[in-house]
């Protein structure tokens, strides 16, 4: 089996210009969460928003967990299609991409795995 891509970061608050980055990265998301919607995204449904984004848009990602102890972390995974003659899951859907947000706040990891895969997979508008 593949050995998957793994993007790993850091959202730290512990200095004022590392807050300031991840307040940056927020207002980024919570604004490309907006479009094509009625109303705004907020801290409020970011959740709600990244977690159908990532399903929808991304072929099926998703956070597959939130841990804590120090600090926290955000999990997600991409998986594909694999042997599909396999009894095996991870065989039949091998993950792809795979991402660990470590944070200090949990909706700033929240957010930055929506833009990491916002980042790495483009999403090309339909002309109509």
């Known amino acids: 089996m593949t050995k998957p891509e ?19 990265i927020m207002a980024d998301v919570l604004a490309r969460l907006s479009e094509g919607y009625e109303t705004p995204a907020t801290p409020e449904n970011l959740l709600s928003r990244v977690v159908t ?18 600090w926290s972390v955000v999990i997600s995974e991409k998986r594909g299609y694999g042997d599909v003659e ?10 792809e991409f ?19 895969y916002a980042d790495r997979f483009p999403q090309t508008k339909e002309e109509e």
């Open 6 to 24: 793994l993007v790993k970061d850091f959202m730290c608050r512990c200095r004022p210009e590392r807050a300031e980055e991840c307040d940056a």
């Open 86 to 95: 396999s009894k095996d899951f991870d065989e039949q859907y091998p993950v």
């Open 98 to 116: 795979r991402t660990h947000v470590q944070c200090d706040r949990v909706e700033d990891g929240i957010a930055r795995t929506w833009q990491i």
């Open 53 to 70: 984004s990532l399903n929808w848009d991304y072929d099926g990602a998703s956070i597959e967990g939130i841990h804590t102890d120090q």
